[in-house]
């Protein structure tokens, strides 16, 4: 039987332990707070990220990282994106010669303008090949429900990146994989700003025909990026491009939404956290995409006027007039 590790006992490494138990693994998840980890020993529940999923038996949970690491084939990282470094310089030298590090991370790390497989490979030591990025449309609560679902699994390693598809395929979850990991990480990172946006006009009171917009020139903005940092264009209508962007966007479950919509209510970033509480990994995300774009000399608009509405404390209203008033162009 593979033996995973989940360190990260939030939302998404919650539903992951479901899915890779209910594939077949014996999964150890690591959680900071003990509470947490004696209800998922002891409840098999999460109650405060999952209160509806009851875990399978094949799931148990410490607070000790470096024993859950210890002998893991598969261990996955679901820690927010900006602690994830500090957190590796901890774990690292428990992870085995040969585990497969798993990123279900969404984000761009602040100041190095790093992807998290990037960070990863950096802070664990270990080649870009044993580093897979699972990817795509999937809210947490809706996979911990088993609705039906796909994500993608990337690898520059195909025999890996099917390792790890096999290891998380169930009767609700459908993985394909792809050896595009630039374009898939992008994806997941971009469409989490592109989200805040969507959530911002939905609170402004626009209808169907903005949130298209704001939807359809994301995709386009994130592409161009991506393509500018090596990634194939195609990636970018799939999954973990098109596929993750709809999701979240459409969704209430959405945490960037959900902030947009605050910050469209004219919410400061504080009360915003203060509502919110989970991670939204846009709010920090937009810093590092926008540096990323301007060094590579790609315009992104929309990921532009969400970093001054988060960190400059611009208006919303006056965003949405700066995006409207720009030069018109081909499309
Ligand atoms: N929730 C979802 O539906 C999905 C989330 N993701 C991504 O997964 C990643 C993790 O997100 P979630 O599990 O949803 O977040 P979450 O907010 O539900 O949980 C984050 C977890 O990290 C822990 N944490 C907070 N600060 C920490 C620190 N300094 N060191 C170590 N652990 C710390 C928290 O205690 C919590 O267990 C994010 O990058 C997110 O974008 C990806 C797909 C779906
Ligand atoms: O990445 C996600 C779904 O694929 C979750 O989005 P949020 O982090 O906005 O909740």
């Given at each position: 039987m593979t033996r995973a590790a989940v360190l990260g006992a939030g939302s998404w490494g919650t539903a992951f332990a479901k899915i890779l138990a209910d594939a077949g693994c014996d999964v150890t998840v690591w959680a900071r707070r003990p509470?947490?980890?004696?209800?998922?020993?002891?409840?098999?529940?999460?109650?405060?990220?999952?209160p509806a999923l009851k875990l399978p038996p094949g799931v148990t949970a410490t607070t000790d990282?470096?024993?859950?690491?210890?002998?893991?084939?598969?261990?996955?990282?679901a820690v927010p994106s900006q602690t994830l470094r500090?957190?590796?310089?901890?774990?690292?030298?428990?992870?085995?010669?040969?585990?497969?590090?798993?990123?279900?991370?969404?984000?761009?790390?602040?100041?190095?303008?790093?992807?998290?497989?990037?960070?990863?490979?950096?802070?664990?030591?270990?080649?870009?090949?044993?580093?897979?990025?699972?990817?795509?449309?999937n809210l947490a609560?809706?996979?911990?429900?088993?609705?039906?679902?796909?994500?993608?699994?990337?690898?520059?390693?195909?025999?890996?990146?099917?390792?790890?598809?096999?290891?998380?395929?169930?009767?609700?979850?459908?993985?394909?994989?792809?050896?595009?990991?630039?374009?898939?990480?992008?994806?997941?990172?971009?469409?989490?700003v592109i989200a805040l946006a969507y959530g911002m006009a939905t609170a402004l009171g626009f209808g169907d025909?903005?949130?298209?917009?704001?939807?359809?020139?994301?995709?386009a903005e994130t592409a161009r990026l991506g393509v500018a940092l090596g990634a194939d264009p195609l990636t970018f209508a799939g999954l973990a491009g098109l596929g993750d962007l709809v999701g979240t966007c459409s969704s209430p479950l959405s945490r960037?939404?959900?902030?947009?919509?605050?910050?469209?209510?004219?919410?400061?970033?504080?009360?915003?956290?203060?509502?919110?509480?989970?991670?939204?990994?846009?709010v920090k995300s937009c810093l590092a995409i926008r540096d990323l774009a301007h060094r590579h000399g790609v315009e992104m608009p929309i990921t532009e006027q969400v970093e001054r509405v988060c960190h400059e404390g611009l208006d919303p209203r006056i965003a949405v007039g700066a995006l409207m008033g720009r030069s018109v162009k081909p499309e």
């Amino acid at each position: 039987m593979t033996r995973a590790a989940v360190l990260g006992a939030g939302s998404w490494g919650t539903a992951f332990a479901k899915i890779l138990a209910d594939a077949g693994c014996d999964v150890t998840v690591w959680a900071r707070r003990p509470a947490v980890a004696a209800a998922i020993r002891e409840q098999r529940t999460n109650p405060d990220y999952l209160p509806a999923l009851k875990l399978p038996p094949g799931v148990t949970a410490t607070t000790d990282a470096r024993a859950a690491i210890r002998g893991a084939e598969l261990v996955v990282l679901a820690v927010p994106s900006q602690t994830l470094r500090g957190n590796l310089a901890d774990w690292s030298s428990a992870i085995g010669p040969d585990a497969t590090l798993i990123s279900l991370m969404k984000g761009i790390e602040l100041g190095t303008t790093k992807r998290m497989s990037q960070v990863i490979a950096e802070a664990a030591h270990v080649p870009d090949h044993r580093v897979v990025v699972v990817s795509g449309p999937n809210l947490a609560a809706e996979i911990a429900a088993e609705q039906p679902a796909a994500t993608v699994v990337a690898c520059p390693d195909t025999t890996r990146a099917e390792q790890v598809q096999k290891a998380i395929t169930t009767r609700y979850l459908r993985p394909y994989t792809n050896d595009d990991v630039i374009g898939c990480e992008l994806g997941g990172a971009v469409k989490n700003v592109i989200a805040l946006a969507y959530g911002m006009a939905t609170a402004l009171g626009f209808g169907d025909n903005t949130r298209a917009m704001v939807i359809t020139r994301g995709l386009a903005e994130t592409a161009r990026l991506g393509v500018a940092l090596g990634a194939d264009p195609l990636t970018f209508a799939g999954l973990a491009g098109l596929g993750d962007l709809v999701g979240t966007c459409s969704s209430p479950l959405s945490r960037n939404r959900t902030f947009g919509e605050h910050l469209g209510r004219g919410e400061t970033i504080e009360q915003a956290q203060a509502a919110t509480r989970q991670t939204a990994e846009g709010v920090k995300s937009c810093l590092a995409i926008r540096d990323l774009a301007h060094r590579h000399g790609v315009e992104m608009p929309i990921t532009e006027q969400v970093e001054r509405v988060c960190h400059e404390g611009l208006d919303p209203r006056i965003a949405v007039g700066a995006l409207m008033g720009r030069s018109v162009k081909p499309e």
